[in-house]
């Protein structure tokens, strides 16, 4: 096995170090919403769903995909209201776009306003083979270079098509073997759960790199419309494995649905993960 670490791997994690450092020299781990789990408020009054998660006492919110196509001056309206309210944007959620020769720039423009550190892959879209999945990694190392020289870093968020073998290997460790180290893998631990995978091996597995968790719950029964802590996830022993060695910076809150309203339901996430969490 060749042992030798590569420039660009040396850089970027030197680069990410000084997040990784505040994190590890602070007992609190900020807890935030992935805004795709209220996405029918957000088409309503995106500032007032802001400022009710915001109330709710989320610390941080992900912002996802459709805010590519906001202006610059939207986006530091938007900047301005998460400043009042005192809430951060660690990251967003992105299309293969934003990480185009062609896209990358705005991608830049709007998250540096918004004061993220990562620039995450939401879905690469449809992928065809090994090679393919490879394809993309190569895609996010480029971008990643260029994202490294304006503070930011790129990441990469898998659904299930990355846990499910092809060629008999699986995809998210293809993935995790070819991307820079200093991109991050933002794990969903729902898809993971669902593919009958066990997320705190994958986290052990992956020490560093794991900086931000999709708390999403899955169960046999009732899929991904449960709340935190009614489905099948092991969530003290993965937070534990996150906050020893997967270098979390940040939990997200995601959910897809449930019995209840989306404002009801991610009130009810957010005090059930505080007493999972503690």
């Known amino acids: 096995m060749n042992r030798q670490i590569s420039r660009r791997s040396f850089l970027g994690s030197l680069a990410a170090a000084p997040i990784a450092a505040a994190v590890a020299h602070s007992k609190h781990i900020p807890v935030g919403l992935e805004l795709y789990s209220v996405r029918n408020e957000m088409k309503k009054d995106l500032m007032g769903t802001v400022r009710g998660v915001a109330k709710m006492g989320y610390q941080c919110v992900e912002f996802y995909a459709p805010y590519y196509d906001w202006t610059p001056d939207y986006a530091r309206q938007v900047r301005a209201e998460m400043d009042e309210l005192g809430i951060h944007c660690y990251s967003t959620h992105n299309g293969i776009k934003s990480f185009t020769p062609e896209g990358i720039g705005k991608a830049i423009d709007l998250n540096k306003i918004l004061g993220t550190h990562y620039v995450v892959l939401a879905s690469p879209g449809e992928v065809s083979g090994l090679d393919g999945w490879k394809g993309v990694a190569e895609t996010l190392n480029k971008a990643n270079d260029t994202l490294k020289a304006q503070g ?15 060629d008999g290997q699986k995809p998210i460790e293809v993935l995790a073997a070819t991307l820079d180290r200093s991109i991050m893998l933002q794990l969903d631990v729902g898809t993971c759960l669902a593919t009958g995978n066990d997320p705190v091996a994958w986290i052990n597995r992956n020490p560093g790199r794991i900086r931000s968790i999709h ?6 029964q009732k899929e991904y419309k449960v709340l935190t802590g009614e489905g099948t996830s092991p969530w003290k022993k993965i937070f534990a494995a996150a906050e020893k060695s997967g270098g979390v910076e940040y939990y997200l809150i995601e959910q897809e649905g449930s019995d209840y309203s989306e404002m009801d339901t991610v009130q009810r996430c957010l005090a059930a993960f505080r007493k999972l969490h503690g």
């Open 152 to 166: 930011l870093h790129a990441g990469y968020h898998n659904h299930d098509a990355e846990w499910k073998p092809v």
């Open 215 to 220: 708390v999403k719950d899955w169960s046999p």
